[in-house]
């Protein structure tokens, strides 16, 4: 039997374990990358564990996240993270020089690779031929010193390309073809690799589009082939020796097949709160829009760019829309300015913002009260924009082009009538490229590493015991965010102050929590999570594990997770609890007072594990789905403190 491309991959990397489908495996990481809202903790960890020097082939340090600087605390975590950028061998990439997953793609991704990095979007390098996960800041500090990535071995389902995109469609509306049938949920354990004749149709930027946001359907990761497009896309990067050849086997088995047909797709968008509400544009054409917004990892490339300034020449935004442009990279604004591209979206009226991730995560360009505003971003989750009443819609650049011209949510193919022709233009054989922006590590053992005043030691949880009582502190409905856990946008700041991030734990669900929380804790009892399907969705912040730890959190109880916040909690010492019975779910309410009898025992022997509902004189099994070496974590009572009692 042949094999896939992730087999081929991941057989090569694994060190505990081998392949098979289903069960846990630990694989060697290569890369590793952090951005400076999960960075900042990820090296506090690092640090704890200590370790000398990394001991990954290259580790990177982006900042992107945090870069409007109001108030002190981002400038400080930005000189932390140099400092110990250059004490323990990391590449640091300073503000400005652009978004994480955009730039490691242009610059250090390596086809047949693995890479780890604390955001959820970094199987964005599988547009290029690696295994490319995102995880939470404590895993891929385990990487950087060494440790093993530990994830279920893979049920890969093979997405079989045919045809070609036709004019007007885009990337983006494939990937939104793909949520429209894979949902945001039930795809855990899960990889998308894709094949057929549609491949080769694909450039690199668009295959980045669709491996970035495969993280919305919840899957590990997801692969494209290495072949001569990637080859095109590393040799105008002036990296062509870092390219090899990658594809399946003729007859390699696969979990599931699904065929797209590329010339079926149609300009698609999702509408408010979640990625997975898909409609045509032409479903809502004539929505009057408020604000356009072009960038994120997703859509901020050399060729999105490009198309869009041609859609605009001579064009002008419309008086009742504002259009705001966050370039991907310095390596694409300097690309699209000698290329005359950032002339016309200028000239335009576009407002240019720097190469960040700013608007996607609710940290600039918030839009006014109750307005429609079209991303070409990953998510538009309830509140994420920084403005709760907004609606955002997540479109391709060229459905956002449209809509600056007109006004209103466009069918982009409707612009030919108005005269307008498709961009058709070839991504160029060299990209100029200055890579000045990078600070590279030299032997520098005498660094001083800086902390400034919000920057504290990584809570220390304390071992599980064996009962555990508390009260539920909050119950919530299906696919709860971490957005919704814990926030982003103005609030990132306080990424480095777990205590002061904790006050808005579940701002956007109840604004009361924190207050109640808190005095649940201090009265010595735990804080219980109640949760429907696909708790922990979206982005790796471990913080939406972290935080709850801090505040006396032992476990959440739900009808299913999302994998990186599991391995979250599980982090942290917090027990991911799942309903036997669905419907046990509507037995319990905020307030009750619950018990758990025996969880050391019990978690030790695999034996279940029975809740009681003190409040309502009922009782009820849950599950937890735990390796051996989660169930010793969980006790111990987190990794940093399981990593401690194995060096003893």
């Not at 307030?591 to 978690?603: A, C, F, L, M, Q």
Request: net charge neutral; with cysteine.
């Amino acid at each position: 039997m042949g094999k896939c491309i992730v087999q081929k991959i991941l057989e090569k990397h694994i060190v505990e374990g081998k392949w098979e489908p289903g069960k846990e495996i630990a694989i060697k990481i290569d890369q590793t990358l952090t951005q400076d809202a999960t960075g900042t903790m990820a090296y506090l960890q690092f640090e704890a564990m200590g370790a000398s020097k990394i001991k990954t082939e290259l580790s990177v340090s982006y900042v992107d996240h945090n870069t409007v600087q109001i108030g002190y605390e981002n400038a400080d975590d930005h000189k932390y993270l140099q400092s110990v950028a250059a004490k323990y061998g990391i590449i640091y990439s300073r503000a400005g020089n652009g978004i994480c997953h955009q730039v490691h793609l242009e610059r250090f991704g390596k086809p047949g690779k693995t890479l780890l990095g604390s955001d959820s979007h970094t199987p964005t390098g599988g547009g290029i031929g690696m295994i490319a996960i995102g995880a939470g800041g404590l895993d891929v500090a385990v990487a950087m010193a060494g440790g093993p990535f530990y994830i279920t071995c893979p049920k890969v389902i093979k997405i079989n390309l045919k045809g070609k995109l036709k004019a007007w469609c885009s990337a983006k509306d494939a990937v939104l073809k793909m949520l429209e049938i894979f949902s945001t949920k039930g795809n855990v354990g899960c990889i998308f690799e894709y094949g057929g004749e549609g491949v080769e149709t694909l450039s690199v930027p668009e295959r980045a589009t669709i491996t970035n946001m495969g993280a919305e359907c919840g899957v590990t990761t997801s692969v494209f082939p290495s072949d001569e497009k990637t080859y095109k896309f590393l040799k105008a990067q002036k990296r062509e020796e870092d390219w090899i050849e990658l594809k399946a086997d003729d007859d390699a088995n696969y979990y599931k097949i699904i065929d797209i047909n590329l010339d079926e797709i149609v300009p698609l968008t999702a509408f408010p709160h979640s990625p997975g509400n898909i409609k045509t544009v032409k479903e809502l054409n004539e929505l009057k829009v408020d604000q356009v917004c072009l960038g994120s990892c997703t859509n901020s490339s050399y060729k999105d760019l490009m198309t869009v300034s041609i859609i605009l020449k001579n064009k002008k935004v419309h008086p009742d829309v504002s259009f705001v442009i966050a370039p991907g990279s310095k390596q694409v604004l300097e690309n699209i300015d000698r290329d005359g591209g950032l002339t016309d979206l200028i000239s335009s009226g576009a407002r240019i913002a720097e190469s960040a991730c700013g608007f996607c995560i609710g940290n600039s360009q918030s839009p006014k009260t109750d307005a429609v505003s079209l991303r070409t971003s990953n998510r538009n989750f309830l509140g994420r924009s920084g403005t709760k009443s907004a609606l955002a819609y997540l479109v391709s650049p060229e459905t956002a082009a449209a809509a600056v011209i007109t006004g209103q949510m466009t069918d982009p193919r409707d612009l030919e009538k108005m005269g307008i022709n498709y961009p058709n233009f070839k991504l160029p054989e060299k990209f100029y490229i200055n890579d000045s922006m990078f600070i590279f590590p030299e032997d520098a053992d005498e660094v001083k590493i800086y902390r400034g005043p919000n920057i504290g030691d990584p809570p220390k949880s304390i071992p599980i015991e064996d009962i555990i009582s508390g009260e539920v502190t909050i119950k919530v409905e299906d696919q709860i965010t971490t957005d919704h856990i814990i926030p982003a946008g103005s609030k990132m700041k306080y990424r480095s102050n777990v205590p002061k991030y904790s006050e808005f734990l579940f701002e956007v669900v109840d604004p009361d929590f924190y207050e109640r929380a808190k005095k649940i804790r201090d009265s010595g009892k735990s804080n219980i999570f109640v949760a429907g399907l696909s708790y922990g969705q979206g982005s790796s912040r471990e913080h939406a594990a972290l935080c709850p730890m801090f505040m006396g959190t032992k476990t959440v109880i739900a009808k299913s997770f999302e994998r990186i916040h599991t391995a979250n909690l599980i982090n942290f010492g917090i027990i991911p609890l799942t309903f036997k019975n669905d419907k046990d779910y509507d037995k319990i309410d905020q307030g009750d007072d619950i018990e758990i009898s025996k969880v050391r025992g019990n978690i030790e022997s695999g034996k279940k594990l029975v809740v009681k509902n003190l409040t309502k004189n009922i009782e009820f099994e849950v599950e937890y789905n735990l390796s051996d070496r989660q169930k010793e974590i969980i006790l111990a009572g987190g990794t940093l403190a399981y990593m401690k009692n194995k060096s003893n």
